[in-house]
């Protein structure tokens, strides 16, 4: 078991990492009140059966190599849409929007907060205005 803190920090982390991979949709429930069998959800959408599998397989192996931790179980499969990973006390849960849509597991835990992280990506973006203005600065004084 991982301390609350490690546990939220996981759960960003495989949220990044999902991103990362172009998951669409990614959230993380905190259950660390409604439930004993975890502490957070990390919920994600893949288009297609190769989307699923590439996102799997950066969360798995982004996860060992940074926290040493390999799942405790995968269920699912790609047939099924559906894939879980079990690090128990974080649960990463990746489907199809569909499954999704038809499973709702936003909805059947819908007294979970949700946690709300800072992302990296608003940080680039500012980064890459800042780096057009500039580029755009050296233009007006090369003309």
């Given at each position: 078991m991982l301390k609350p803190m490690d546990a939220r920090k996981l759960a960003q982390r495989c949220r990044e990492l999902a991103e990362d991979k172009k998951a669409e949709n990614v959230v993380v429930l905190d259950l660390r009140?409604?439930?004993?069998?975890?502490?957070?959800f990390v919920v994600a959408s893949g288009t297609s059966e190769p989307h699923l599998r590439a996102i799997v397989d950066e969360i798995a192996e982004r996860i060992r190599e940074e926290y040493h931790l390999k799942p405790s179980?995968?269920?699912?499969?790609w047939q099924t849409n559906w894939v879980v990973l079990d690090y128990f006390d974080v649960i990463v849960h990746v489907m199809r929007p569909e499954t999704r849509e038809h499973y709702g597991l936003e909805?059947?835990?819908?007294?979970a907060g949700r946690v709300r992280v800072a992302r990296k990506r608003a940080a680039s973006a500012g980064a890459g205005r800042a780096k057009s203005a500039v580029t755009s600065g050296r233009r007006k004084r090369l003309e």
């Open positions: 009140e409604l439930s004993s069998v975890t502490d957070y179980g995968t269920e699912g499969s909805q059947l835990w819908g007294d």
